[in-house]
């Protein structure tokens, strides 16, 4: 097996590059407004309801038309993947994780298709599109490598006349929902990681990119995934969600979105329906108020570049992005400056623009919401720069820096989802970790310094599951920065880490006396 690093970025700065993304959203505005079914072990099934996928950034094209599921399709695809269960649980994990291989061969051979279609359907821009590919293939390469690590078991210890054997076995059918922040690199690495551990899944994309979710299952089939392993059933959450996650044959939901949702899916999942004869198990990765600090001893530049990157990136559509920045009083007013005049240089429109740093945000209720919390905000402390949103053609809003805002604000403690970035004070080091530290979240965070016992200091008290220092806080790769979050951010699944695989099996003894 060939070592693996990670899928390189593509070069924008080079003109064949940039011709062949050109060439890419040019094909894909050729295939818009098809049509997409349900897949339900192996047959594709079209209903008269559908799901319509609209452009961000211009709200009158449709991507899309995806068939929707129902309660009662929902339970068919359910019967199906407990069906093929029975045989897909007996296949040799090196074939589970050729299929893995093969899949991001294909992701590979058609990269800009699919960043193509991110730009269209997510509104992100061709860099944020481009990472959202690679990671993609990141996470079929390196949990199709970790499935043949753990493929034999960990080692346990055997006596004279006795042999003892530990191995891990699949669960069972797995309701995987995904957000539309990384509509094919999330959706992917929750899938795959299901499948290539034995397990067979029923995949609810969210419903504002279904056809990223489309795109992605028809490859895994293209790989060789047999029929009724994986079924498609893109529904809205709130008419099949509790369905799939109630569902007694559900044996595990594998949910990464908002902590609302992942609260009640925790919640309902704990209660055991009748006919259940197992506790599921649930893998929740959901929101974050993420934070970087600033430190008074640290590269004031590096500072404002990591808080503008990591608040501003995607629209700051990441779970992982900062929506708040703690500086320490020496330095506030000279970050709070450099940040706004960097913000200021972003330039936002569509993002089949190549030239677009930022794009529109998600759809109609997500502008609405966010520009709810700039109102909030203007009460909270002091706008700095942008403020304004324009929804006339697509859902754009400024990139917007609000200073001087209390450690307790709602704005400092709510998620935002969108590129508004709260800046506060802090006393000292102590001080600014202690409102790092101040929400009910634990997902991301970082630390601009050069002292090092401020950092030393940091490892152990800034209690996130990623922590960067003197980098911003988003872009966690595959294998190098595992992902996950702590307190209401999650169960801390990890993904692309070592342990992320175990939590779709069960291990089993087996003790044999001679
Ligand atoms: P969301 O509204 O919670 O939706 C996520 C998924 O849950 C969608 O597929 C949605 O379907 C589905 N859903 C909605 N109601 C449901 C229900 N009652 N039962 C079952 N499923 C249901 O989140 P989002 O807006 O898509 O994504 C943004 C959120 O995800 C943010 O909070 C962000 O921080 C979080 N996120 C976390 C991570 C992480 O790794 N921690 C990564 C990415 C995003 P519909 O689309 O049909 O409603």
Redesign the pocket.
């Known amino acids: 097996m060939i070592a693996y690093q990670h899928e390189p970025l593509t070069d924008f700065t080079n003109e064949n590059n940039r011709e062949a993304f050109q060439e890419a959203l040019k094909r894909t505005n050729q295939h818009l407004g098809q049509e997409y079914p349900l897949v339900i072990d192996g047959k594709f099934i079209t209903t008269k309801e559908k799901i319509i996928s609209r452009n961000p950034a211009n709200k009158t094209e449709v991507i899309g038309f995806v068939s929707k599921a129902n309660q009662e399709l929902a339970e068919k695809a359910i019967q199906a993947a407990a069906e093929a269960f029975e045989s897909w649980r007996k296949t040799k994990p090196e074939m589970r994780a050729d299929i893995l291989f093969k899949a991001a061969a294909i992701i590979r051979s058609r990269k800009h298709e699919f960043s193509a279609l991110m730009v269209k359907e997510a509104g992100k821009s061709w860099i944020e599109a481009d990472a959202d590919t690679a990671e993609a293939i990141d996470f079929m390469e390196y949990y199709g490598r970790q499935m043949l690590k753990i493929k034999d078991g960990a080692p346990v210890l055997s006596r004279e006349g006795e042999r003892n054997r530990y191995h891990y076995i699949p669960l069972g059918v797995g309701v995987v ?6 509509p094919l690199a ?1 959706t992917a690495g929750t899938t795959v990681a299901a499948l290539v551990t034995g397990n067979t899944v029923l995949l ?5 990119t279904p056809v990223v979710a489309a795109r992605l299952v028809e490859v895994l089939k293209e790989a060789g995934l047999p029929d009724g392993v994986l079924q498609f059933v893109p ?4 008419e099949i ?2 369905f ?2 109630d569902h007694p044959k559900t044996r595990f939901i594998s ?8 609260l ?2 925790y919640e309902r999942a704990a209660k055991k329906q009748t006919d259940q004869i197992w506790l599921k198990r649930v893998i929740a ?4 108020k993420d934070t970087i600090v600033v430190d008074k001893e640290a590269d004031l530049e590096l500072a404002a570049q990591s808080i503008v990157a990591s608040a501003f990136g995607f629209s700051g ?3 992982s992005a900062c929506s708040r920045a703690v500086v320490l009083e020496e330095v506030y007013d000279e970050v709070l400056h450099r940040a706004a005049n960097l913000a200021k240089t972003w330039k936002i429109g569509d993002p089949a623009c190549f030239e677009t740093k930022m794009g529109p945000v ?1 759809d109609p209720s997500s502008f609405q919401k966010i520009m709810r919390y700039i109102e909030i905000g203007k009460t909270e402390g002091n706008i700095i720069i942008g403020g304004t949103g324009d929804d006339s053609t697509g859902y754009y809003i400024e990139p917007t820096i609000i200073a001087d805002v209390e450690p307790d604000a709602r704005i400092m403690q709510e ?1 935002i ?1 969108g590129p508004v970035v709260a800046f506060a004070k802090a006393k000292n080091f102590e001080h600014a970790l202690e409102i790092a530290n101040n929400t009910e979240y634990g ?1 991301t965070g970082a630390v601009i310094s050069n002292d090092r016992r401020n950092l030393e200091k940091a490892r152990e008290d800034f209690h996130v599951g990623n922590l960067y220092f003197n980098r911003g806080c988003t872009g966690a790769i595959v294998g190098y920065q595992p ?3 702590f307190n209401l ?2 169960t801390d699944s990890k ?1 692309g880490g070592p342990d992320y695989l175990l939590l779709h099996m069960q291990a089993k003894t087996v003790s044999e006396a001679f």
């Open positions: 929902i995904s957000p539309w922040n990384f999330i609810k994309p969210a419903s504002t529904g809205s959450g709130s969600g509790d799939l996650v949910f990464t979105g908002s902590r609302d949702v992942g009640r899916i990765e959901m929101g974050g559509q990441k779970c998600i998620e989802f997902l992902f996950g979050g951010s999650g993904a």
